[in-house]
């Protein structure tokens, strides 16, 4: 039985820090690509941030480039996403997400993830 647990989502002041964490079940999730999204109340899921299968590559949506970090943790089946120096414009509904097919293979709209996490939400003040 493949599932995905985020936790992790809380409210926070502008300026600080939250770490979101993805628990996989059912599959090996550092073989698979990962990846976190957000979705904002009235406005469209959008990607976060992408990781490759081994942790190689990582990529991020320009809107959190050098705030956010994806990463696993292999031994515990986790995804991570350490989010910093967060604005008021973060605050969302966040998931993580994963497909077989690998990071290369097209983006996350050519080629969706195969399974969802039921969402944590974030909220910046």
């Known amino acids: 039985h493949v599932q995905l647990v985020e936790s992790g989502g809380g409210s926070v002041q502008a300026g600080g820090s939250l770490t979101l964490s993805c628990e996989a079940s059912?599959?090996?999730?550092?073989?698979?690509?990962m990846g976190w999204f957000r979705r904002a109340p009235g406005e469209e899921r959008e990607g976060v941030a992408t990781?490759?299968?081994?942790?190689?590559?990582?990529d991020y949506a320009d809107s959190v480039e050098g705030r956010f970090t994806i990463s696993h943790d292999n031994a515990k089946n986790m995804l991570y996403l350490d989010m910093n120096s967060l604005k008021p414009d973060d605050t969302a509904m966040y998931y993580c997400a994963g497909r077989m097919a690998d990071c290369y293979s097209g983006s996350w709209r050519e080629v969706p993830p195969d399974y969802w996490g039921q969402g944590t939400q974030v909220t910046v003040s």
């Open positions: 059912g599959f090996t999730s550092s073989s698979y690509c």
């Open positions: 990781i490759s299968a081994g942790g190689l590559i990582t």
